[in-house]
């Protein structure tokens, strides 16, 4: 059965109109809304054939249609009209986003935020996974005659430190040709190449010092097995889920709010949704999702990119039902500030 020009605008017409009242939708509404000429009699045959295609779907023997996920689909890749994001949403989002934001996790706590605000629906952003990651520096801090602080930030400019507490014996005022040792060593390296070589390659440069500085190679091992398997989610807007009429009973909302505390689940469907266009912004629909508790539920995601590279991702959670042009025209909204900003608070200002 073809999909001509005239089953397109029906199908076009019951999802917009979906999309905005929550109702299924019935042959006499379009007819009375799409001037097509046509009698309630020809739009229903219509929407008959659309329902036998899969792209519509009745929810009752008496009830109007609504959209299935393939009708979804086919939406969102050939139906779909572009969404002009206003001047006082850009105004906004120029004023959230700015705002004294010089650490990373700052900038993406608050992208979130801006993008649930935007969008009224979940939004959800996810670190980099830092096992890639780069060593920018390391420096070694006198505290006082015992300790030290160990600093540590890496090129996407995640910062990590520690206090640590040395021998009695040690004396502290060699800690600066220590931190520069280190400095020089680690400096420019992957996180996953600092491997025994390595440490013992230190250690031979600090000759007769070495064993005074045990507890703190201890601790630098500490530091980067932890960034690497770290890998933080923001949640913005869970709550919105309760204004669609879908997520009115308790149950389900419920469930949806348990599987957003379960982080790992989260990342689970944010990395599964990657495709091998690191640029691009990729909507899945309901069944696409694989997992039982978003099949009434869509994912629209894109990367977040630093350094030309990709350095993690930023999406939308939503009821199938969602408006897919405005999510996407924010998404990417929001994408591009970040790459700016974050092009700016960890390269441009270290004149990298």
Do not use: C, W
Request: charged share 25%; proline share 3%; hydrophobic share 40%.
């Amino acid at each position: 059965m073809e999909m001509n020009e005239r089953k397109r605008k029906i199908l076009h017409t019951i999802i917009n109109e979906y999309v905005t009242n929550a109702e299924p939708v019935g042959s006499r509404h379009i007819a009375k809304n799409l001037d097509l000429g046509l009698s309630s009699a020809t739009i229903r045959n219509e929407m008959a054939d659309l329902e036998e295609m899969g792209y519509l779907e009745q929810p009752h023997t008496s009830a109007g249609r609504v959209p299935s996920d393939k009708g979804y689909r086919f939406y969102v890749n050939e139906l779909m009209n572009g969404y002009e994001v206003s001047q006082r949403d850009i105004d906004l989002l120029a004023v959230a986003m700015e705002m004294k934001l010089n650490q990373f996790d700052k900038v993406i706590r608050q992208a979130s935020v801006v993008l649930s605000q935007l969008t009224n629906y979940t939004a959800v952003l996810m670190t980099p996974e830092m096992k890639h990651g780069a060593i920018k520096t390391i420096e070694l801090v006198p505290v006082d005659a015992s300790s030290m602080l160990i600093i540590l930030v890496t090129n996407e400019g995640i910062m990590k430190n520690k206090r640590v507490y040395i021998p009695k014996n040690v004396d502290h005022k060699i800690i600066p040709q220590v931190s520069a040792l280190m400095k020089e060593k680690l400096s420019g390296l992957l996180l996953n190449e600092i491997d025994v070589k390595k440490i013992n390659e230190i250690k031979k440069a600090l000759g007769s010092n070495y064993e005074m500085l045990f507890p703190v190679l201890d601790f630098i091992s500490d530091i980067i097995d932890d960034i690497q398997k770290e890998t933080e989610i923001y949640l913005s807007g869970v709550t919105n889920i309760f204004n669609f009429p879908e997520y009115r009973d308790v149950t389900r909302a419920k469930e949806f709010i348990e599987f957003l505390d379960d982080k790992q689940s989260v990342a689970k469907v944010l990395s599964d949704a990657e495709e091998n266009d690191e640029h691009a912004i990729h909507v899945r629909i309901g069944s696409e999702n694989g997992l039982d508790i978003m099949q009434n539920l869509s994912l629209v995601t894109t990367n977040y990119h630093l350094g030309g590279r990709a350095a993690g991702r930023l999406g939308i959670i939503g009821p199938t039902r969602m408006n897919y042009s405005k999510v996407i025209a924010n998404i990417n909204q929001i994408s591009n500030y970040l790459d700016r900003l974050l092009k700016e608070l960890y390269i441009d200002d270290n004149g990298e």
